[in-house]
Protein backbone atom coordinates (compact mmCIF):
# COMPACT_ATOMS: atom_id res chain seq x y z
CA UNK A 1 0.00 0.00 0.00
CA UNK A 2 2.78 2.14 0.55
CA UNK A 3 4.07 1.93 -3.01
CA UNK A 4 0.26 2.97 -4.29
CA UNK A 5 0.57 5.98 -2.11
CA UNK A 6 4.26 6.82 -3.04
CA UNK A 7 2.72 6.52 -6.89
CA UNK A 8 -0.49 8.65 -6.52
CA UNK A 9 2.05 11.27 -4.23
CA UNK A 10 -0.35 11.29 -1.25
CA UNK A 11 -0.03 14.30 0.84
CA UNK A 12 -2.23 15.31 3.82
CA UNK A 13 -5.34 16.93 3.34
CA UNK A 14 -5.75 15.50 -0.31
CA UNK A 15 -9.43 14.24 -1.40
CA UNK A 16 -9.14 10.50 -2.00
CA UNK A 17 -11.11 8.68 -4.49
CA UNK A 18 -11.40 4.39 -3.78
CA UNK A 19 -12.90 2.46 -6.16
CA UNK A 20 -14.56 -0.17 -5.10
CA UNK A 21 -12.85 -0.03 -1.58
CA UNK A 22 -13.63 -4.00 -0.52
CA UNK A 23 -13.30 -4.44 3.24
CA UNK A 24 -11.35 -0.69 3.31
CA UNK A 25 -8.02 -1.92 4.15
CA UNK A 26 -6.34 0.97 1.50
CA UNK A 27 -8.70 3.49 2.78
CA UNK A 28 -7.94 2.58 6.29
CA UNK A 29 -4.30 2.70 5.44
CA UNK A 30 -3.99 5.93 3.25
CA UNK A 31 -6.10 7.99 6.06
CA UNK A 32 -4.16 6.91 9.10
CA UNK A 33 -0.71 6.76 7.39
CA UNK A 34 -0.65 9.82 5.08
CA UNK A 35 -3.38 12.18 6.62
CA UNK A 36 -5.65 11.93 3.58
CA UNK A 37 -9.14 12.13 2.95
CA UNK A 38 -11.01 8.99 1.18
CA UNK A 39 -14.04 8.15 -0.20
CA UNK A 40 -14.75 4.60 -1.00
CA UNK A 41 -17.57 3.32 -3.17
CA UNK A 42 -18.32 -0.39 -3.28
CA UNK A 43 -21.64 -2.61 -4.24
CA UNK A 44 -21.26 -5.02 -1.33
CA UNK A 45 -23.60 -4.48 1.81
CA UNK A 46 -21.63 -6.61 3.91
CA UNK A 47 -17.74 -5.30 2.92
CA UNK A 48 -19.24 -1.47 3.09
CA UNK A 49 -20.51 -2.87 7.15
CA UNK A 50 -17.17 -4.00 7.90
CA UNK A 51 -14.92 -1.15 6.29
CA UNK A 52 -17.05 1.60 8.15
CA UNK A 53 -16.23 -0.06 11.35
CA UNK A 54 -12.87 -0.57 10.78
CA UNK A 55 -12.24 2.88 9.48
CA UNK A 56 -14.31 4.59 12.45
CA UNK A 57 -12.18 7.48 13.57
CA UNK A 58 -10.48 7.96 10.43
CA UNK A 59 -11.41 10.54 7.38
CA UNK A 60 -13.00 7.90 5.35
CA UNK A 61 -16.39 7.41 4.43
CA UNK A 62 -17.56 4.51 2.84
CA UNK A 63 -20.75 4.48 0.34
CA UNK A 64 -22.62 2.08 -0.53
CA UNK A 65 -23.21 2.81 -4.31
CA UNK A 66 -21.71 1.83 -7.38
CA UNK A 67 -18.92 4.37 -8.12
CA UNK A 68 -20.10 5.39 -11.35
CA UNK A 69 -22.59 7.59 -9.39
CA UNK A 70 -19.06 9.30 -7.82
CA UNK A 71 -19.32 13.06 -7.93
CA UNK A 72 -16.97 15.90 -6.42
CA UNK A 73 -13.31 16.67 -7.22
CA UNK A 74 -10.73 14.18 -6.31
CA UNK A 75 -6.94 15.05 -5.94
CA UNK A 76 -6.07 11.30 -6.78
CA UNK A 77 -8.32 8.62 -7.63
CA UNK A 78 -7.28 4.68 -7.16
CA UNK A 79 -8.41 1.05 -7.04
CA UNK A 80 -6.84 -1.82 -6.12
Known amino acids: MDLIAKKLK ?7 LDIGCGFGA ?4 FAKNYGVS ?3 YNI ?8 RKSCQ ?4 EIR ?3 YRH ?3 QYDAIYSV
Open 64 to 66: LED
Open 38 to 40: VVG
Open 10 to 16: LKPGMKV
Open 44 to 51: SEEQVAWA
Open 70 to 72: ATG
Open 57 to 60: GLDV
Open 26 to 29: AAKH
